[in-house]
Every structure is written in C-alpha cells, then in structure tokens.
Nanobody
C-alpha cells in the first residue's frame, strides 16, 4: 500500500512564506516525478510544480519566481518552498507521485490560507 503524508500547511499573511513537505512510503517502484498541485474552492485542480528525475523542474506561470520545489530522493520526500504568498494562493495543496509505469499517487491534501 502506498501512502503520501503531507505537512506544513497553515495560515499566513500575504507576503509570508510556508514550506510544504510530502513523504512517500509503501510499495512505490520507479518514481519518475514528484510534484504539487492545488485546488481552490470552485476551481479545478492545477499542477503548480513538478520535479522530474534528473533535476528537471517545471512551474505554473502563476508561481514562477515565488515557489521552489526540491526533493530528497533518499527519503522519497518532496518539498515546496512558497515565498511571497498571495491571497490567490489559498487552496488545498496535494502532493503527487508518478512512476515509470504511469501510476499516479496523491496525498490527502493540506490547506494553505493566505490572508490579505
């Protein structure tokens, strides 16, 4: 059984920072990429940052220059450093893991609230 455990969400004022963590455990074989998505009320889930094997990273335009994704492959852990947070960043943030076998695993989500 695969489990993704997220932590680090919370409340912050605009301009502040938060760091999210996600640790993957269980029978995950051949991780190809780890990333973060978010879903705001009434909106579709969007992928905001992805880290692929070989240190290739991609960001949504809305977070470029403010968010940084990083990984600790030895611990199967992915982080999301979020700086200069804006009220528009308020959402539930989900960790995602993809494997070479095209499996996709999601975490349970962690709430991030940014007040103006």
């Amino acid at each position: 059984q695969v489990q993704l455990v997220e932590s680090g969400g919370g409340w912050v004022q605009a301009g502040g920072s938060l760091r999210l963590s996600c640790s993957a455990s269980g029978s995950i074989v051949g991780i190809n990429a780890m990333g973060w998505a978010r879903q705001a009320p009434g909106k579709q889930r969007e992928l905001v940052a992805v880290s692929r094997n070989g240190e290739s990273t991609n960001y949504a335009d809305s977070v470029k220059g403010r968010f940084t994704i990083s990984r600790d492959n030895a611990k199967n852990t992915v982080y999301l450093q979020m700086n200069s947070l804006e009220p528009e960043d308020t959402a539930v943030y989900y960790c995602q893991v993809r494997t070479f076998l095209s499996q996709i695993w999601w975490g349970q989500g962690t709430q991030v609230t940014v007040s103006s």
